[in-house]
């Protein structure tokens, strides 16, 4: 007597597909979930997919297999499996193209982004893959009614009979997108695996396409970069669940204004992406003249970002001085509720802001310095509310990068923590909590690694070999490409200084009016003054075999794995230290950190995983023979909590923590 089925979700919410855990679970049992999808498609009453919420991986599936699909307006749909170093394993790779088309389902697939309905115009209107309709509507009738005058028969409504759509160039198409998918993966293997799978489906029958989509699978959910991958979608939401033992938190509201001071290149991206969150903002400048230039930058910036977002100029509002004003009267200080200074990283100046803040603010407002490595409480002295103070450090472009580093004083309240870390969430970024140390976590541990990309240029190797091993890693730019992108005079690094070793060679660069792109030439030369590609440079080579001569230095030949391992291993022994000293929380932390703010690649799992991938006591042993030939460097010299770990028989990275004797966070 059953007319028709209709599968939907609980609580608002479709499927959010498999659960991740279960794929990394020691008990991990063989559930397929393709034959329930081909049950359900072979079934001879008509099923309803009815998605509300989301629909993501197998849950996407699942509804592939049904008959029909009706989604709410709001509903989010998509086949995530490759951000998780996955496919789709239950026979979507073979549906999707059926459905959609090859361009589309290989778009979806490869790069697993998460669609929202596009009402059409003439909205209510009927599509083969998203009716738009409000849930409420949709009961037994509604089915009946609409999808099955009767006699209808099913078999054209099912995918796995259809045939995949025909493109006139279908081969050169292929090569062409998977020349794409293969530049856009940086070593990841899951997407191109992805591809192939639905590559299957345009050159087999269904069935065969299905055995291909398992074989494929199966490779990925064996693979170390799957169980990386799995580990960063865990870690990311692990750090971002911080709470002060008060559970102390704050919200931001509508009613909330915030003040960027100061609109440099940092606060230009600070200002826009408050604006993009839709926080009215006030940006406050010490001079007209540069008011003027920052409002120009700020209006350019958020026009571009409006152009990509449906219906963005009215949503984003910019032009309203109720969402954003420019000023340089001080005054406007009295009624804000949260300030982010982003001036020059100077301390003489950040101290004179702090101090007039102080004065000015109303006694509610938090204070928030944006600065990537100058000591928080020096700052917060300045002031009579240290505990109002806190650091924020945005990453360049502040509207685009995920990160924000939140770096807490000795002072610093847990409502005020909780505050920024709100911010970050409404901001849409990734907060990450850590100690106050120079540097603070990040570039405390970017330190070492270009301290020993530098080295290695001295010991005989070249820019674009050091960049090279990197972005083969998978890193989206070397430490020679990125120190040119962001200028040699930004950053720190006499041979020797203090006893230990110091390489002169940026600053001698420098000395050559050699900036970086913003002038043509830096470690690479470049088409023009702030040109993009980089060209290894016949000066430079001369001008290192020149320094080497002088400074009589053996040139050698450096293989890739000493400079992997140099630069990367340094960089890692440095998170040892942060983690001992408690800067940050745990492993994950710095782990969220390098893949949300320094480009470390995903599918590695950040710097700590991939140190546990790789083997605690491996990166100790090589440690060691490299500080044994470089004792002046103390980058190089291994972690006392590197050789507790490793002495205790190197633990799964989830136990490290508990091999502290204190307790590593003050809050
Ligand atoms: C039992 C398995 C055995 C395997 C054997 C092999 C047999 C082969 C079978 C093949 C079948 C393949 C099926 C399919 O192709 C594979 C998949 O479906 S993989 C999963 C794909 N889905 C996703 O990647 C979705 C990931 N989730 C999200 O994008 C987001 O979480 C969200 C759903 C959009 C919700 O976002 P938010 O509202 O912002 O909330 P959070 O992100 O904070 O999430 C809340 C909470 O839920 C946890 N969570 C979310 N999704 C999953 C999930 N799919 N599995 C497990 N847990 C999930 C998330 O971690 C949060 O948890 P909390 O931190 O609160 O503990």
Redesign the pocket.
């Known amino acids: 007597s059953v007319k028709a089925v209709m599968i939907c979700g609980e609580n608002g919410k479709f499927s ?8 990394s679970s020691p008990k ?7 034959p329930i999808v081909s049950l359900i498609e072979r079934s001879e009453k008509p099923v309803v997919a009815a998605i509300e919420g ?1 629909a ?4 996407l ?1 699942v509804a592939l297999g049904c008959h029909y699909r009706i989604a709410h307006v709001k509903a989010r749909m998509g086949l ?2 490759v ?2 170093g ?1 496919l ?3 026979e ?1 790779t073979q549906r999707l193209p059926r459905l959609v088309g090859v361009p589309a389902a290989l778009d979806m697939i490869t790069t697993g982004k998460v669609l929202c309905l596009v009402i059409p115009p003439a909205w209510p209107k009927t599509h083969e893959f998203l009716l738009p309709m409000y849930l409420p509507d949709v009961d037994a009738l509604f089915c009946n009614s609409i999808f099955l005058p009767p006699g209808q028969p099913l078999g054209p409504r099912r995918l796995s009979l259809k045939p995949v759509p025909k493109l006139p160039n279908m081969e050169a198409f292929l090569s062409e997108a998977l020349v794409k998918v293969k530049k856009q993966a940086h070593g990841c293997l899951a997407p191109e695996l992805c591809f192939q799978a639905v590559k299957a489906a345009t050159e087999q029958p269904f069935a065969d396409g299905v055995r291909r989509e398992q074989e494929l ?1 199966n490779v990925l ?1 064996t693979s170390g970069q799957a169980q990386a991958l799995q580990y960063a ?2 870690a990311e ?2 750090v971002q ?1 911080w709470t002060t033992p008060s559970g102390a938190s704050w919200k931001i509201s509508d009613s909330v204004s915030l003040l960027s001071l100061g609109l440099g290149t940092m606060g230009r991206g600070i200002v826009t992406s408050l604006v993009k969150a839709k926080i009215p903002v006030v940006a406050l400048e010490q001079d007209l003249e540069y008011l003027n230039m920052g409002r120009k930058a700020v209006m350019f910036l958020l026009e571009r970002e409006a152009m990509k977002m449906e219906q963005g100029a009215q949503t984003l509002d910019f032009h309203n001085p109720a969402r954003l004003q420019f000023t340089v009267d001080f005054d406007v200080l009295r009624d804000v509720d949260l300030v982010i200074e982003a001036v020059f990283e100077n301390m003489a100046l950040k101290k004179e802001i702090f101090h007039k803040l102080s004065r000015i603010c109303k006694p509610g407002a938090f204070l928030c310095t944006n600065t990537s490595a100058l000591n928080i409480n020096e700052i917060a002295s300045a002031t009579s509310r240290p505990q109002q103070v806190i650091g924020t450090h945005f990453f360049s472009p502040a509207h685009v990068m995920k990160l924000l580093e939140i770096i807490y004083g000795h002072h610093t309240s847990p409502t005020t923590i909780a505050t920024a870390m709100q911010l970050a969430k409404v901001l849409k970024k990734v907060g990450v909590v850590v100690g106050n140390c120079f540097g603070f976590a990040g570039n405390r541990m970017m330190f070492p690694y270009a301290q020993q990309a530098v080295f290695l240029l001295e010991e005989g190797s070249r820019p674009e070999a050091v960049d090279q091993v990197i972005e083969d890693f998978g890193f989206r730019i070397g430490p020679f490409r990125m120190s040119d992108l962001a200028g040699l005079d930004v950053g720190t690094p006499a041979r020797q200084r203090h006893g230990h070793r110091y390489s002169p060679l940026p600053d001698l660069l420098c000395e050559n009016g050699r900036f970086g792109q913003k002038t043509g030439k830096g470690w690479y030369q470049y088409e023009k003054a702030g040109g993009r590609t980089a060209k290894p440079d016949p000066w430079l080579h001369s001008f290192l075999s020149q320094y080497r001569d002088t400074h009589r230095i053996k040139t050698r030949f450096i293989d890739q794995e000493e400079i992997l391992e140099r630069c990367l291993f340094s960089l890692i022994n440095e998170g040892f230290d942060i983690l001992a000293e408690g800067i940050a929380s745990g492993p994950e932390h710095l782990d969220v950190i390098y893949i949300n703010g320094y480009g470390w690649p995903k599918h590695r799992g950040g710097p700590m995983f991939y140190a546990s991938t790789v083997g605690l006591s491996r990166i100790l042993a090589k440690l060691q023979k490299y500080s044994e030939a470089h004792p002046d460097v103390p980058g190089l010299q291994p972690s006392a909590f590197l050789k507790k770990l490793v002495a205790m028989g190197n633990p799964p990275l989830k136990e490290w923590m508990s091999y502290l004797s204190r307790p590593n966070n003050k809050l």
Not at 56 to 59: M, T
């Open positions: 959010a597909g498999a659960d991740i855990k279960g794929f991990r049992r063989g559930i397929a979930l393709g989301v993501l991986g197998g849950g599936e995530p499996e951000t998780i996955l789709p394993g239950a979507g699978f959910l979608f865990f939401r692990a669940k």
